[in-house]
């Protein structure tokens, strides 16, 4: 007896020699942490699709610690450096969890006010005495942060507070130690709630959007985090094809070299998987490379009529550095060559300025299928598949008919000739054969097509061949010679 199924599915066959609903270009989704604190504390493991900075920054809060939080650097990279939208965010910082106290303060009043000397403060911790008389919020002093993200106790007029008294205020602080792997990676409790990257399941089903790439900038350096990135991403809704977009753990490289090494021995061969090495900067901002990455992925498409069949590489980046565990790195050509063409994504500074540098997805050297190893074709090959699904899911539970055939492979068909008219595509064509729909298929409901297409590879190298023709000499005479 067949497998029951019901909804539509892809299926991708090796390439052979050789080799319409849009799914979007390239959508992000990243987890990380952000300053809740200074927005709505209970901000949680909530999934937010943002458009712009303003939304971002209101949901999110905003502060330049990225190392503490990621949130605000891919709210940075995706709305005011690429200005590139929707994106999809996850915090995991919970203030019930992740804080510690602070130092108790005992502060004079400067013109109604005392600013708390430790950032990081969670105002629903604050207690505001004088001596032995614990104060009301909203009754006798209010809180608000101070664009430094500084708590400010300020006293309210009709206050029992009086202008001599002196505040002890005790309050807790965010503990970003105390946030975990497992933070993180999420996943779904015991009453069906989902956390951290398991929160990238829930897109298509609330927001009907496809992910293109998942990224936890400041995290995917673990190769717990890598891999559960990865996991999400090959099985979206388990329909849906994505990206996982990571860093490598610099931390026991020395040399470029080191770098091949620590990715194999890491498992990093997937072609689902982006490999970014170095740590990217601006001035003295450092950033994520995964973040850059997968911004500039979805620039690139977005700007490609939301078509994502063109590289990242030799784009530009925001930057104005590279660096390996804080020391500059300028690879020349061959060290370059020699990281691509182990699957890892690097920065290179040439005469337009630095720009990403990297066509293979992680599994090259290893994988020599086109589909597999082209990060274009690749991200092509993912976004046929989802637009397949989405295109189809329509359909599902119509009576398997004739017309129900000739109404997939025309409605197909059509989108593919109109992405070869936009010279996205150079071929593509769908089929129902019957050699894949035996008897037992077709009475089990299941129905298989096939689509064969072919997209541009992309040109990682131009050889212009050069040589000095001696028979032209004969032109310094001013005639043709007999």
């Excluded at 920054?57 to 939208?85: C, M, N, P, R, W």
């Excluded at 708390?116 to 614990?134: F, R």
């Excluded at 490609?304 to 660096?323: E, L, Q, T």
């Excluded at 000095?468 to 005479?477: A, C, E, M, P, R």
Aim: glycine share 6%; hydrophobic share 40%.
């Amino acid at each position: 007896m067949s497998e029951y199924k019901h909804g539509s599915f892809s299926k991708e066959s090796a390439t052979s020699v050789l080799v319409v609903t849009d799914s979007g270009a390239n959508i992000s989704f990243v987890v990380g942490t952000a300053p809740i604190n200074t927005t709505d504390e209970t901000n949680v493991n909530e999934l937010k699709r943002l458009a712009n900075y303003e939304d971002a920054v209101k949901a999110f809060g905003f502060d330049h610690d990225y190392a503490k939080y990621s949130l605000s650097e891919a709210i940075d990279i995706f709305f005011t450096k690429y200005q590139i939208a929707p994106v999809y965010f996850v915090n995991v910082l919970d203030p019930t969890k992740h804080k510690k106290a602070a130092t108790p303060e005992t502060n004079p009043q400067i013109n109604g006010q005392v600013i708390l000397s430790q950032k990081d403060a969670i105002k629903s911790s604050v207690v505001v005495s004088v001596g032995k008389d614990t104060k009301k919020l909203d009754i006798d002093y209010s809180l608000a942060f101070n664009e430094d993200n500084q708590l400010i106790v300020t006293i309210i007029d009709e206050s029992s507070i009086k202008p001599s008294d002196e505040l002890t205020i005790a309050y807790d602080v965010f503990d970003i130690t105390k946030v975990k792997v497992a933070d993180i990676i999420g996943g779904i409790d015991a009453a069906g709630n989902y956390s951290g990257i398991q929160l990238a399941q829930k897109v298509y089903p609330q927001f009907n959007e496809v992910l293109g790439s998942l990224i936890a900038p400041g995290w995917s350096q673990d190769i717990t985090v890598s891999n559960a990135l990865l996991a999400t991403a090959k099985n979206l809704n388990t329909a849906f094809i994505a990206n996982a977009i990571v860093d490598l753990d610099t931390s026991k490289i020395k040399t470029y070299q080191d770098a091949v090494n620590i990715k194999q021995k890491a498992g990093l061969t997937s072609e689902f998987l982006n490999v970014c090495f170095g740590d990217l900067y601006l001035a003295d901002q450092k950033y994520n490379h995964s973040t850059m990455l997968c911004a500039l992925k979805q620039y690139v498409a977005a700007n490609n009529d939301s078509i994502p069949n063109k590289s990242p590489s030799n784009k530009a980046y925001f930057i104005n550095g590279f660096k390996l565990n804080g020391t500059d790195l300028f690879l020349d050509r061959a060290q370059a060559q020699y990281l691509n063409g182990n699957g890892i994504i690097v920065a290179r500074n040439g005469s337009s300025g630095w720009r990403c540098w990297g066509n293979r997805t992680a599994c090259f050297p290893f994988d020599k299928d086109i589909k597999n190893f082209d990060i274009a074709v690749r991200d092509f090959g993912n976004f046929l598949r989802n637009t397949c699904v989405l295109t189809t899911d329509q359909m599902v539970d119509d009576t398997i008919e004739r017309a129900l055939i000739l109404r997939i492979e025309a409605t197909l068909q059509g989108w593919l000739d109109s992405l070869i008219g936009a010279g996205k595509l150079i071929s593509g064509s769908i089929s129902f054969p019957k050699e894949k729909n035996p008897l037992s298929e077709l009475l089990a409901g299941n129905i298989y097509f096939r689509l064969q297409y072919t997209t541009g590879p992309t040109a990682s190298s131009i050889t212009i061949e050069t040589s000095f023709n001696v028979h032209d000499l004969d032109k310094i005479f001013g005639e043709e010679t007999v």
